[in-house]
């Protein structure tokens, strides 16, 4: 799972699944042999699940886009399009109060990626009629900014002040 590219897919079905598990709280960690999926569901305990990259790479994965929808499914795959684009190889993923951190490897080094829900689902549905943007034409350092809340759950594990 350590290759760049084709997420926009792979977190398009992870957001399929998630949906259907009624999820929050999510966390994706790309590992050498599996993806591991976190998350809380209403009224339970946390979950875990693992995928293979052999799971995430079938044919029938079984997930939809509709311009109407803000689903986990729309979110996720407008976030991998955004990780594709940009060639970051994510290392995790972590959902937090208004928007998803990335943390991964670009061109050698590791950068991070904060996208708002706002900004991905504008960005879902801008794809979903039909206008790919380029990330040529565009100045992709604007999305590379530091973690905003100094209380999110991703700062708090890493013990950052």
Do not use: C
């Amino acid at each position: 799972m350590s290759q760049p590219g084709g997420w926009e897919a792979k977190l398009g079905w992870l957001g399929s699944f998630l949906a259907g598990q009624d999820a929050h709280q999510i966390e994706i960690l790309n590992r050498e042999a599996f993806v591991a999926v976190i998350w809380e569901p209403m009224d339970a305990n946390r979950q875990e699940v693992r995928f293979s990259p052999e799971d995430l790479e079938r044919p029938w994965v079984p997930y939809k886009l509709r311009p109407d929808s803000t689903s986990r499914s729309v979110l996720l795959s407008a976030l991998g399009y955004e990780l594709d684009a940009a060639k970051l190889n994510p290392a995790s993923i972590v959902e937090e109060e208004d928007g998803f951190m990335v943390i991964g490897s670009m061109s050698g080094r590791y950068e991070n990626l904060f996208l708002t829900y706002s900004e991905l689902d504008d960005g879902g549905r801008r794809r979903l009629a039909g206008d790919r943007f380029s990330t040529a034409d565009s100045d992709t350092t604007e999305v590379f900014v530091a973690p905003t809340p100094p209380s999110s759950p991703l700062r708090q594990r890493l013990h950052l002040p």
